[in-house]
């Protein structure tokens, strides 16, 4: 077999693990505790990517680089991984997990606005799918969990979108593993700033105040005990930074369309993980939702297909 399907299966496992495993491991840490975490190791992890990548491309980083690291750091992990943080916590993980992989349609939709893009027959078909399959998980008349969670991650999945579009200039110039090591390493930083902001008295009663109160008092390595070590080695080595290692890996081996599998593969993975380690009860309609949002997915990506 290739080994970029290898890292292809590798990616889809480990992603599809994701909510569970934040889930599962969810009271061992705070929400923002863990999102600064690992975001943090994972990015680092892969720095040393990063810097092959800038040689391969013959490229320097420069300042209006780190601002634009900044920026993007600021949207696909202070805001988006915080909305799907919050999202896994308040709702199911499957859910989170099957209504996260809409986010290549948001992509579509971001790409239209900022990069005119044309939204075509496909892109059309899949929003309208992923809606009917979002109805159909969410099944408003009979819905067991909580519609905050389905907001959130729905914000999380229209924000990590907005962030892979403003991403893909600087990825055309300085690799995809780049943008993604230092946004993740940025990203992590601001949210650290204010969590540091959130541990002084003014701050986080005026955080508390204005119903913020996750952000206020955040542990961050104080209460960790040998005890989170596995916990955390496997959500932040293993699935943040591994798990994007291999994506990069396998974009390197193959292409981006075919790496881009790993995420179909990731909805039913993450149902099944759910239902086997957190005895999430799989629905009919969950499994209608699933297919659907995958057909949907499929369909906006049959014209690159049909083109290759």
């Not at 209504?99 to 075509?120: G, K, M, Q, R, Y």
């Not at 290692?245 to 993975?269: H, V």
């Not at 957190?278 to 297919?291: A, I």
């Amino acid at each position: 077999m290739n080994k970029g399907y290898l890292f292809i299966l590798t990616t889809a496992f480990l992603f599809g693990t994701m909510e569970t495993a934040l889930k599962f491991f969810g009271s061992l840490f705070h929400p923002i505790q863990i999102t600064v975490l690992r975001f943090f190791i994972g990015g680092f992890m892969l720095l040393p990517l990063a810097r092959a990548a800038l040689k391969t491309h013959g490229a320097v980083l420069t300042k209006k680089d780190y601002l634009f690291f900044a920026k993007a750091g600021f949207i696909g992990v202070f805001v988006s991984m915080i909305f799907y943080q919050l999202a896994v916590v308040y709702g199911k993980a499957a859910v989170s997990g099957v209504l996260f992989s809409c986010n290549p349609i948001f992509v579509a939709v971001w790409a239209h606005f900022l990069l005119h893009e044309t939204i075509d027959r496909y892109v059309i078909s899949s929003l309208v799918l992923c809606a009917v399959g979002t109805l159909s998980i969410v099944n408003p008349f009979h819905f067991r969990g909580t519609y905050l969670s389905v907001i959130l991650i729905m914000l999380a999945a229209v924000t990590f979108g907005l962030y892979s579009v403003m991403g893909r200039p600087a990825c055309q110039r300085l690799g995809g593993v780049t943008v993604t090591s230092y946004s993740f390493i940025f990203g992590a930083a601001e949210l650290l700033v204010l969590v540091l902001l959130g541990r002084t008295a003014p701050i986080g009663h005026l955080l508390t105040s204005a119903g913020l109160s996750v952000f206020a008092d955040v542990p961050l390595l104080e209460t960790l005990t040998p005890s989170h070590l596995p916990a955390l080695c496997y959500i932040a080595f293993a699935v943040t930074g591994a798990g994007y290692a291999s994506y990069f890996m396998a974009i390197e081996l193959t292409n981006p369309l075919t790496a881009s599998l790993a995420f179909f593969i990731k909805p039913i993975l993450a149902t099944f993980f759910a239902a086997m380690f957190l005895g999430e009860t799989v629905m009919p309609n969950m499994l209608v939702g699933v297919g659907l949002i995958l057909i949907g997915s499929l369909t906006n990506l049959y014209p690159k297909l049909k083109a290759k």
